[in-house]
C-alpha cells in the first residue's frame, strides 16, 4: 500500500509569529552585523512559500519508517539582497524532521527583504513546517 505524506507550511507575514508591535523592536548583535527581528516592511517571498517548501521538502525516509511527524521552527535571515541565510531549527519535534526542514528552507529562492526607513536591511524570520503521515 502506497503511504501518503503530507507537509504543512504555515506562513505568517503580519499575524503570524513575526508580528511584533514596533515598540518592541529587538536588535541583534551577531559578531559583526546587526540583523533585525521586526522592520517597517517585514520581508517577504515573491512566490507562494508553502508550495516551494512543499517541493524542496523530502520526509526522511527514516522517519516514515518510524511514524515520525511534528513541527519545527526554522529561523533564518532574510539580508539586504533577499538571500536566506543563517537556516537553523530554532524549536524541533525531532531531530530528523529538523534536519529535512532546514534543508528545505535553505534552498528557498530570493524574498523581497525587509526595509527599515526605507533601507534594506538584515531581518530574523520564522517559519512553521509541519510533517504529517498519512
Request: a positive charge; charged letters at 30%.
Amino acid at each position: 500500500m502506497k503511504r501518503i505524506v503530507l507537509v504543512f507550511v504555515s506562513f505568517f507575514l503580519m499575524n503570524g509569529l513575526q508580528a511584533q508591535s514596533a515598540d518592541t523592536a529587538d536588535v541583534y548583535s551577531d559578531v559583526d552585523e546587526k540583523i533585525l527581528s521586526y522592520v517597517d516592511e517585514m520581508p517577504e517571498p515573491p512566490y507562494d512559500v508553502s508550495a516551494k517548501i512543499a517541493e524542496l521538502l523530502k520526509y526522511p525516509d527514516e522517519a516514515i519508517k518510524k511514524k515520525l511527524e511534528g513541527k519545527v521552527f526554522v529561523k533564518f535571515v532574510v539580508d539586504e539582497e533577499g538571500n536566506i541565510k543563517k537556516v537553523r531549527a530554532k524549536r524541533r519535534a525531532n531531530k530528523i524532521l529538523a534536519k529535512a526542514a532546514v534543508e528545505a528552507v535553505s534552498q528557498l529562492p530570493k524574498w523581497i527583504p525587509g526595509e527599515q526607513d526605507g533601507v534594506p536591511v538584515k531581518v530574523y524570520f520564522t517559519l512553521p513546517v509541519s510533517f504529517k503521515l498519512k
